[in-house]
């Protein structure tokens, strides 16, 4: 028997919102659940403390948006567009993406632990001070990306590209150098004597 479709995104939702135009709109302590946004427009907008819990976000604009302390939580991401967007002191644990764009994306503290960013372009993006715990990194692309002072601790990174990415300050101890291309990478001092261990040297003080 063929395997069964998969469900539409607003097949795993209550409530649908499709084709809006919310470019500019201002949200302040809003809290949506289970919402599925189809094609929506949310180019510049604002959210202060707003929470979206279980929601997806299908071909949705997140151009030059502006977030902070708001929280994205068990979210699914699929072609959408982050570029310039700014997430400060935000939380999206658990949430997916998928074929989005995260050009000039700059993410400020937050906890971003759990995220499926597998496959993800990351190139140019800004990480810092970012919980990512657990993250599934593999296969991304993160060539040129600024990723300092993160918790990448326990984090998937394999087949990652980090060419001449910013690395300093992060947690790199679940890194393999075998199988993960760190060329022209910047690190500090404490990150270079891990990633040696992790290569079965010994380092002598």
Known sequence: MPDAPEPAPEDLTDTTVRGADWYGR????????????VDVDMTELTSRATVFTECTFTNVRFNVSTHTDSAFVNCAFSRSNFFDATFER???????????????????????????????DLGGADFDGVRLREADLSRSRCR????????????????????????????????????????????????AVAIVEALGLVVLP
């Open 26 to 37: 201002d949200l302040d302590a809003v809290e949506y659940t289970r919402v599925a946004f």
């Open 144 to 191: 040129g990306a600024t990723i300092v002072g993160c918790d990448l601790s326990a984090s998937a990174f394999e087949r990652a590209d980090f060419s001449g990415a910013n690395l300093q300050g992060s947690d790199l101890g679940g890194i393999d150098p075998q199988t993960v291309t760190l060329t022209g990478a910047t690190i500090d001092e404490r990150q």
């Open 90 to 120: 935000c939380k999206l644990t658990g949430s997916t993406f998928d074929a989005c764009d995260f050009g000039l994306l700059k993410v400020k503290g937050g906890n971003w632990s759990f995220v499926g960013l597998s496959g993800a």
